[in-house]
Nanobody
């Protein structure tokens, strides 16, 4: 079972920056894709960015050029550097990891508890 521990959310002014971190803890064979999703009030959860174990990244159009996702495979940790934040980036941000358990070749998705990001003056 995988536990995802998130940190780094908070309140920031428009144009500011935040860095989110998510560490995967527990017992697993490997972690495939890790990513960040967000959910604003009254809206569906959406993909922000994800990254494969080989470093291939994927971003939502709304964050391209402003957010950067990275990971440290040795630490089983994924990061999201968020620059030039806008009020519309306000949401709860969730970490997701597709981890392969020892007992199966199929990865299992796990979610973090969520961290609030508020962009407001």
């Amino acid at each position: 079972q995988v536990q995802l521990v998130e940190s780094g959310g908070g309140l920031v002014q428009p144009g500011g920056s935040l860095r989110l971190s998510c560490a995967a803890r527990g017992t697993f064979f490997s972690i495939n894709t890790m990513g960040w999703y967000r959910q604003a009030p009254g809206k569906q959860r959406e993909l922000v960015a994800d990254i494969t174990s080989g470093g291939t990244t994927n971003y939502a159009d709304s964050v391209k050029g402003r957010f950067t996702i990275s990971r440290d495979n040795a630490k089983n940790t994924v990061y999201l550097q968020m620059n030039n934040l806008k009020p519309e980036d306000t949401a709860v941000y969730y970490c997701k990891a597709d981890a392969r358990p020892y007992y199966s070749i199929n990865p299992v998705a796990s979610w973090g508890q969520g961290t609030q990001v508020t962009v407001s003056s």
